[in-house]
């Protein structure tokens, strides 16, 4: 070993330190975490799995559609948050779109639109909205659930997110008439404005309009569960009072009064109901 | 209880926790890298890697084992990605296509664990347990290595060496984060978190549908994944993912193990170098920066100032019920303060403000309290460049702890200063100047922008995270952050090692009245008070054109 270069030697000693290390570090480490956490804790080390009649119906931790083939949610079960891949495990992701992403791209001829997260979160708002029985009104939405947002230019004003003929959701702006959105047409140049509207306390609450950063979010929030709960009621013929019962049981808390928010967990309170028939 | 004062007592809870380890673990780190003796186990190490544990380097030795074991980690990491197919574990994945191997490499390597792939979909478990985990472990110890060296520069007196590189690799990877990352796996896999060796498997939903459950050694590598601050999600979504983190409380125990050992280095510099208030004043620096930016990410968030929330209600887009706004945001603090660059919920989505802290954070430098090793070796840097200003103001030699901070030491410092914002303008300023670099954008206007900013100065600082929107698997963005990455680790190292040397060989001078004392309220001010002047005079310009420009009206 003496008559190889010291840089020769150094390289040498790093390639068995880096196999040295990756055995101890990659291989026993690992084997052994999973040998002591399969013994003391084998439930949750395979996934909090839960089971209806035997058969595994997914994880207690990882969220779910229940929406029927055509993908409209059935409605004798709680809906999950909206997720931006439709909880698929095999490509989660969020939706990372911004604070201000309030202008649509309008479908136009050979071109496919993108909705903007404002008109999302007033899509989802609408739509959670009609399935509860409830107004899904937001502010900085406009009623058919789009973002109410216009762009400004000198002598014109255009509702971006509303294209013709719909009608602009305000008809003047600064003593000018807002026109509707010409699909193709840039509009980049104007100012952007959103219009809040005069809504307050809308009845849908946050986690119902948006996506979680998971896509995977097993909970909705103790608003977002009483809010179904009628529906559940009247669609499983079961008292309110049972099924707010049910949603207080299935509602983890704060941990220690102070760690987290209170969640309510969906697979488990659905798989509830099941049996609540 | 609301959820700000619930907010408010989960920090606290946090500094608590933190400031009852940080004593025996900084006094216990003290002890490993102090130590005599070798153990059993590390001696048989030694004897298979071929090195004598008790040759002492000089600073070159040093730092030419450091990149040595960099460059063959690299290929190592590499070549497991690239011959996946071939080995065992693969989940029928398909080798990782160069330029993603590549990137990841450097990115594990360097401790910045930035994710141009989605775990779920394209790496094994083999490539996940032997290549990546096992980075996470050393080269969190590589940094340690690097800040142990730095102290005894300025413990030793006339001294030609540093100590030994290989010692410091085996001692950190073995005595500190092994049995720590041990217990936190467990603690993990008891909140939830998954440890088996499964593969995707379909289940038939309640509703009849399908969904994919996806398994793998989770638990073991995120432990290690927060401790050493490293930050690569075993799954696309990082610690918002269900496995990864699965409770409110496991959120909490994460953070934790993020901030234990880089708020606990101070100790064990204070203590090596035999004056415990040093370590208490680089300590009240990083802690002083940490609250207020903890703090005013939580102000931000909760308030919920921009279009998109206000309309929400709250600013939820991106975050996971079970956290909710404000420890969504303590985490997004604690993992940008610390270049772990793990994320429970996506910055991208974060108010204007809010988004903004968290790249104020990482611009700081990676110093408040930084990655393991990392955190302690910039702020030491920092502490340098504070007495030279305070020198000048007197007209006086600066010293720090003894040491005279001559014009080499002052070079050295101001070159590690320099590296990474010349990175992450100059990344930024080619990347807004070519189609491949624009095409990456997800949101357009400012928060563009910003994407394409956070994504140059993350991979610059070696933290990690992203705006996540940006498209970064291409090949030349991986070229372009794989060298920022590269550059932005093992240039400030050599630097950090030179200035060691220096300092090493150099007898202390002893302190007279007209010596800075550098262990009281008045330079723990200045040094916040210079961090925060130098980032602020580098980066404002850049930030008024992303986050400042979207978030004021």
Redesign the interface.
């Known amino acids: 070993?003496k008559r190889l270069p010291r840089?020769v030697?150094?390289?040498?000693?790093?390639?068995?330190?880096?196999a040295?290390?990756?055995l101890?570090?990659?291989?026993l480490?690992?084997l052994?975490?999973?040998g002591?956490?399969?013994v003391?804790?084998p439930r949750?080390?395979?996934?909090?799995?839960v089971e209806?009649n035997g058969?595994?119906?997914?994880?207690a931790?990882?969220?779910?559609?229940?929406?029927?083939?055509d993908g409209k949610p059935?409605p004798g079960?709680f809906q999950s948050?909206p997720s931006a891949d439709a909880?698929?495990?095999?490509?989660?992701?969020?939706?990372?779109?911004?604070?201000?992403?309030?202008v649509d791209t309008l479908p136009a001829p050979g071109k496919t639109g993108t909705k903007s997260?404002?008109t999302q979160?007033?899509a989802r708002s609408r739509s959670a909205g009609e399935l509860e029985g409830v107004s899904g009104a937001?502010?900085?939405?406009t009623s058919e659930g789009v973002?109410a947002v216009l762009k400004v230019f000198p002598n014109r004003v255009v509702s971006v997110n509303q294209p013709c003929p719909t009608t602009p959701f305000i008809p003047k702006y600064q003593g000018m008439v807002v026109e509707c959105a010409r699909p193709g047409e840039d509009y980049a140049a104007g100012r952007t404005v959103?219009v809040?509207g005069d809504i307050r306390n809308?009845a849908v609450?946050?986690?119902a309009?948006?996506?979680?950063?998971?896509?995977?979010?097993?909970?909705?929030?103790v608003e977002y569960a009483r809010l179904q709960a009628p529906r559940i009621a009247r669609e499983r013929g079961l008292p309110l009072d049972r099924v707010h019962a049910l949603i207080q049981d299935h509602t983890?808390g704060?941990?220690?009064?102070?760690?987290?928010?209170p969640?309510v967990q969906v697979?488990p309170l659905?798989?509830a109901l099941?049996q609540a028939r | 209880?609301s959820?700000t004062?619930?907010g408010i007592?989960?920090i606290a809870?946090l500094i608590l926790a933190i400031a009852l380890v940080h004593k025996p673990l900084g006094d216990y780190m003290a002890r490993v890298y102090t130590g005599l003796r070798h153990n059993r186990v590390e001696r048989l190490?030694y004897r298979?890697?071929?090195?004598r544990p008790d040759a002492e380097q000089r600073w070159g030795v040093y730092a030419?084992?450091l990149l040595?074991?960099s460059?063959?980690?690299i290929l190592?990491v590499y070549g497991l990605q690239r011959l996946q197919d071939k080995l065992f574990l693969s989940l029928g994945f398909a080798p990782v296509p160069d330029h993603v191997a590549w990137n990841t490499a450097i990115s594990f390597v360097t401790n910045t664990n930035w994710q141009a792939y989605?775990g779920?979909?394209t790496m094994g478990h083999l490539v996940q347990?032997?290549?990546l985990?096992?980075q996470n472990?050393?080269s969190a110890a590589v940094g340690m290595a690097v800040a142990v060296a730095l102290i005894r520069g300025f413990a030793r007196r006339g001294s030609e060496t540093v100590g030994n590189f290989?010692v410091d690799?085996?001692r950190g990877?073995?005595r500190i984060l092994?049995p720590i990352?041990?217990v936190g796996?467990?603690v993990l896999?008891?909140?939830?978190?998954?440890?088996?060796?499964?593969g995707?498997h379909e289940?038939?939903?309640?509703?009849?549908?399908v969904?994919?459950?996806?398994?793998g050694?989770v638990?073991?590598?995120e432990a290690?994944k927060e401790l050493g601050t490293n930050g690569g999600g075993f799954?696309?979504?990082n610690s918002?993912?269900?496995?990864e983190n699965?409770?409110?409380?496991t959120?909490?125990f994460e953070i934790f193990l993020i901030l234990v050992i880089p708020f606990a280095l101070p100790r064990a510099f204070g203590r090596m170098v035999g004056q415990l208030r040093q370590g208490y004043a680089i300590v009240a620096v990083m802690a002083t920066l940490a609250v207020l930016s903890v703090v005013l990410l939580n102000v931000f968030e909760l308030a919920g100032n921009?279009?998109?929330?206000?309309?929400?209600?709250?600013?939820?887009?991106?975050?996971?019920?079970?956290?909710?706004a404000s420890?969504s945001a303590t985490f997004a603090a604690a993992t940008t303060l610390t270049s772990t660059g793990a994320?429970?919920?996506?910055h991208?989505?974060?108010?204007?403000l809010g988004?903004m802290m968290t790249l104020l954070n990482m611009m700081l430098g990676e110093v408040a309290p930084g990655g393991v090793g990392a955190g302690l070796y910039g702020m030491l840097i920092l502490a340098v460049i504070t007495v030279f200003v305070a020198g000048l103001m007197v007209g006086r030699t600066p010293e720090y702890l003894g040491k005279r901070i001559g014009a080499r030491e002052m070079k050295l410092a101001s070159l590690y200063f320099l590296v990474t914002p010349v990175l992450v303008l100059t990344g930024t300023a080619v990347a807004m100047a070519n189609e491949a670099g624009l095409a990456a954008m997800?949101?357009n206007?400012p928060?563009g922008f910003?994407e394409i900013l956070y994504a140059f100065t993350s991979a610059s600082n070696n933290n990690g995270s992203a705006?996540?929107?940006v498209t970064v698997n291409t090949p030349w963005y991986d070229v372009a952050l794989g060298l920022c990455m590269v550059l932005g680790r093992f240039l400030p190292i050599i630097f950090v090692l030179a200035l060691a040397g220096s300092l090493a060989a150099q007898k202390p001078v002893p302190a007279s009245a007209g010596t800075l004392p550098t262990h009281r309220p008045q330079f723990v001010g200045l040094v916040v008070g210079v961090t925060i002047i130098v980032v602020a005079l580098t980066f404002l310009p850049a930030l008024a054109l992303g986050p400042l420009a979207?978030g004021i009206h």
Not at chain 1, 61 to 69: A, I, K, R, S, Y
Not at chain 1, 138 to 141: I, T
Not at chain 2, 348 to 352: E, V, Y
Request: include cysteine.
């Open positions: 070993m840089w030697r150094t390289h040498l000693a790093a390639v068995r330190a880096v040295v290390l990756t101890i570090t990659g291989v480490y690992p052994v975490v999973m002591v956490a399969q003391l804790f949750q080390a395979n996934g909090s799995l209806k058969r595994t119906v997914g994880s931790l990882v969220g779910q559609l229940f929406t029927g083939p059935i079960y948050r909880y698929d495990m095999l490509s989660t992701t969020a939706s990372n779109l911004g604070p201000e992403d309030v997260l404002l979160v007033c937001r502010p900085y939405c973002g959103p809040r809308p609450p946050p986690d309009v948006t996506a979680s950063g998971s896509s995977l979010d097993p909970d909705i929030s983890t704060r941990t220690f009064g102070f760690i987290g928010e969640a697979l659905n798989l099941d | 209880m959820q004062a619930a007592i989960f809870s190490v298979l890697v071929g090195v030419r084992s040595a074991f460059l063959i980690s190592v989605s779920e979909s347990m032997a290549g985990a096992v472990f050393v290989w690799l085996v990877s073995l092994l990352a041990f796996a467990l896999v008891a909140g939830g978190l998954v440890q088996n060796f499964t995707p289940i038939t939903t309640l509703t009849g549908g969904q994919n459950l996806t398994g050694p638990a073991g590598q290690i799954y696309n979504t918002s993912h269900p496995f699965a409770t409110t409380w959120n909490w921009a279009t998109v929330p206000q309309a929400i209600g709250a600013a939820m887009e991106g975050k996971e019920v079970r956290f909710g420890n994320v429970n919920s996506f991208d989505s974060f108010t204007p988004g997800l949101n206007g928060h910003s705006f996540g929107g979207e």
